[in-house]
């Protein structure tokens, strides 16, 4: 087990040095460079080449990267090429306002997904699966933003309603303000995730019910309820926890799309705005935030595997020793 | 059993909703302005996106400022001016009435400091580019300087608290549209090293101010919260607190507004939704032309390039009826650009039309070169929606008199590199003007902005005469006879100058739309006819 667990970790950071190495040449060698180079702004070709300088962007890409790898190596993330402030800094006051948004919906969406998915199971073809078969369907094909827009378009123009940016009102604030214009994004990341993961859980929870014990139990006379209680949701869960787990990284990420339509002030936005600046710190950093939240998704979902399912901790050990 | 909960769950969110539009705190008339993005800095000397230049006046009072429709310059800190010495010597008067916040008055040194730092090596802003003119500014900025902006520069003078003279290394008649930079407070940075000053908390949280607002709040990718300053020179301004709102999306912009959770939204892009503004009784409208144009210029550093020869350019440049861009793409949200001076610049010359579109005379122009087939690449940045069909429709008219033109949208950092690397035929851009009508920068052939290596020494010449000209009439008259050359030689074709489009609350008074600043005499706005909170 330990041995497993430390193989598996040395993996991980492998796989982790891989992924900034590719991100960081990538990002260098694409076309750009993070002071604002628009020849409308008038800039001094020299004093632009003394900027760049000054934050040693005028070394070879290598250089750069050791330049890098040493200061986080130091637990230094670095400063910001467009505000001038510790990367760190800006994740922390940008991840609240995310996670608020990201972790509402997925609760919301793994939630309602695996309630009716569960019921769409028990009674398949059934009116209620028919409809959870069409909304997901619709769910998973209908374009992002098409769907932001339309919220938008309906429930705070038309209907005037609820609040269509902003994750509170400027100068007012408050509980309530900010759940208001929490509904309109949360409902449209919600949908497209419980599409998502609502097939999922229909499909698992489906193939458990096919299995003898299911079986078995329903000889013996259980009732339904009692038998998707006890014997079918227990079973289903392996592979929920892995769906769920693998969703976690993403919710530090942030929903870029929907951010920028709801003019939510997270993540997401940040990161394609940092992007598009050519803000290499702030790359940097974000992806090696949702690299190391992938892996160490991936670590926990094995380890929640073993401790859910004896089996497969038995397989490792002789796996172990041969 | 979750389902109960999750449906009170929503059911409380909306019921929520129902009490917030009402919630509010603030104690004076408020405006909510709305923007696209969230600036970086406030310190004005630093700001490279638009967003950081917009707001940073609010808390930074400039030298001087526009009128808005004839551009004469308005004192703001400066209470008078002097221009003797041949045209190379200013005398700058300043307001013995403006202070900074902390009490201390703005002061000729502050003026003099200011100079300084951008003319400091250290320094990468917009302001040298405007104050490089200054005698020993080149000399300062070359020089092994301090990490400070201290030291003397030859042509600046302080005589006493409230004069700066000024002497350029030659006359230069546009460098009065330079002055209307805001100064920074030296008494508070003289001791910060130039190098560090755009990441200095300073140009975060302006401590010492001199402008109408102060900086109340800011939430990042948020909103910024300006609330009225007490110590402002002209008078506490009517509006007491301004939220510049992010909202990155125009069209969740122009939702917000209609719903009256905005109230100013300056740069509306979509002339398509003019009709949906000018209908709703509750807003007003605001147009003004812009001190830019867009253009398709052609790439004159390329050798052998079936460019070089200026029929084809001439041909193309008769090859679309910018008239048709205007009513069509704009829906008559624009006047058609005859060449690089604007129409609201005094220079601007009416009657002058440039090329007529004829693509009758474009194929026999085209002809007589004995080109076979001419090919070229067209490229603009993606996502700007008018551009892209201006570049569609460009090809089609092009087509027509039988040039094919391949339309290559790129990415902007993308294609600003292309842009200086040269790997094009035509570039779809805009240029700004500026408020003086030189138009050195992009088309002297020593300009830094002549991106598209055009070069006419009588053009250079003119230009070079022109700065030098001290009365306004001539100087005019030789800029009409630059443009008039400039655009006889077809280094591109220029299209339309874009209006601008402010809508706002009718509840929003005194609001004048200004081509170069937003928040143009904001001290005077005020919010009437709506009930404070």
């Given amino acids: ?322 | 059993m979750k389902k109960p909960v999750i449906l009170l769950m929503v059911l409380a969110l909306l019921l929520w909703t129902g009490c917030t539009s009402k919630g509010r705190t603030a104690k004076g008339p408020s405006l909510r302005v709305a923007a696209l993005a969230a600036p970086v800095t406030f310190n004005p000397l630093f700001a490279r996106d638009p967003a950081s230049a917009e707001v940073a006046l609010l808390f930074f009072e400039p030298l001087l400022t526009f009128h808005p429709e004839t551009l004469e310059p308005e004192g703001r800190l400066l209470k008078s001016w002097e221009i003797g010495g041949g045209g190379r010597e200013y005398t700058l008067h300043l307001r013995r009435d403006a202070f900074w916040s902390d009490g201390t008055p703005v002061t000729a040194e502050d003026v003099a400091f200011t100079v300084k730092v951008a003319c400091h090596p250290d320094y990468a802003g917009w302001l040298y580019y405007y104050l490089k003119h200054i005698d020993g500014a080149a000399d300062y900025r070359e020089g092994d300087r301090s990490c400070l902006a201290e030291g003397e520069m030859g042509g600046l003078t302080v005589e006493d608290g409230f004069t700066l003279k000024v002497r350029l290394a030659e006359p230069f008649a546009p460098f009065l549209a330079s002055l209307a930079f805001p100064p920074l407070p030296a008494h508070v940075w003289q001791e910060v090293p130039v190098a560090e000053m755009e990441g200095h908390i300073f140009s975060r949280q302006p401590a010492v101010f001199s402008g109408p607002y102060r900086l109340h709040e800011r939430r990042p990718d948020a909103f910024v919260h300006a609330r009225a300053s007490e110590t402002y020179y002209l008078g506490k301004p009517g509006i007491e607190d301004i939220y510049y709102t992010v909202i990155p999306n125009p069209e969740t912009q122009l939702v917000e507004l209609l719903a009256g959770r905005l109230d100013l939204l300056p740069h509306l892009n979509k002339p398509e939704d003019m009709p949906l503004l000018l209908e709703n009784d509750k807003l007003a409208v605001y147009t003004t032309d812009r001190l830019a144009y867009d253009f398709i210029g052609f790439n004159l550093k390329k050798v052998a390039s079936q460019l070089s020869d200026r029929r084809v350019r001439q041909a193309l440049s008769m090859a679309v009826d910018r008239r048709e861009l205007v009513e069509k793409l704009l829906l008559g949200m624009g006047k058609v650009a005859a060449g690089p001076l604007s129409p609201l610049q005094r220079a601007f010359d009416a009657d002058f039309t440039g090329y007529g579109y004829d693509p009758e005379a474009a194929r026999k122009l085209l002809a007589e070169t004995g080109l076979r087939k001419v090919e070229l690449k067209l490229i603009f940045n993606a996502g700007n929606l008018l551009r892209e069909n201006v570049a569609v429709l460009f090809s089609q008219k092009a087509a027509a008199i039988g040039v094919s033109i391949s339309v290559v949208p790129m990415e902007w950092e993308a294609f600003v590199e292309t842009l200086y690397r040269g790997d094009f035929d035509l570039v779809l851009l805009g240029f700004g003007t500026g408020v003086d009508p030189d138009f050195s920068y992009h088309w002297h052939s020593g300009g830094p902005g002549n991106l598209l290596g055009y070069s006419n020494r009588e053009v250079n010449r003119l230009l070079e005469e022109a700065g030098k000209t001290l009365t306004e009439q001539e100087r005019m008259a030789l800029y009409r006879e630059a443009q008039k050359l400039l655009v006889e030689d077809a280094p591109g074709v220029w299209l339309y100058y874009r209006q601008a489009v402010y809508a706002a609350t009718a509840a929003l008074r005194n609001f004048r739309p200004h081509p170069d600043f937003l928040f143009y005499q904001v001290h005077q706005w005020e919010m009437r006819g709506r009930a404070t909170w």
């Fill in chain 1, 1 to 322: 087990m330990v041995r497993l667990v430390a193989g598996r970790l040395a993996q991980t950071l492998l796989v982790l040095a891989g992924v900034t190495v590719v991100t960081f040449f990538m990002m260098h060698y694409a076309p750009g460079q993070p002071l604002q180079n628009n020849p409308e702004l008038r800039l001094d070709p020299t004093a632009v080449e003394r900027w760049l300088a000054l934050r040693g962007l005028d070394k070879p890409v290598p250089a750069q990267y050791a330049a890098w790898l040493g200061r986080l190596l130091c637990g230094d993330m670095g400063v910001s090429l467009v505000y001038n402030r510790p990367v760190p800094e800006l994740l922390r006051e940008r991840i609240p306002a995310t996670l608020l948004l990201t972790v509402t919906a997925f609760v919301f969406s793994f939630g309602l997904a695996v309630f009716l998915g569960t019921k769409a199971a028990a009674r398949p073809g059934s009116l209620l699966d028919t409809v959870i078969n069409a909304v997901s369907l619709g769910g998973v094909s209908l374009p992002g933003f098409w769907l932001c827009m339309l919220a938008v378009m309906v429930f705070s123009h038309r209907l005037n309603l609820l609040p269509g940016a902003g994750m509170a009102t400027p100068g007012s604030g408050g509980m309530a303000d900010v759940a208001a214009h929490l509904v309109l994004p949360v409902s449209v990341l919600s949908l497209s995730g419980f599409a998502h993961y609502v097939r999922y859980v229909r499909v698992t929870v489906m193939e458990v019910m096919s299995q003898d014990y299911v079986r078995t139990a329903r000889a013996k006379g259980l009732r339904k309820n009692a038998i998707l209680r006890r014997h079918v949701l227990p079973n289903a869960a392996l592979p929920l926890v892995t769906v769920a787990a693998l969703s976690l990284p993403f919710l530090f990420t942030g929903a870029a799309m929907v951010e920028y339509v709801f003019a939510w002030p997270g993540m997401g936005r940040f990161i394609i705005t940092s992007t598009l600046a050519r803000d290499y710190p702030v790359i940097m950093a974000a992806n090696l935030l949702v690299a190391v939240l992938v892996a160490l998704a991936n670590l926990a979902a094995d380890l929640v595997y073993m401790l859910l399912d004896p089996r497969l901790r038995v397989e490792h050990r002789y796996a172990g020793r041969r």
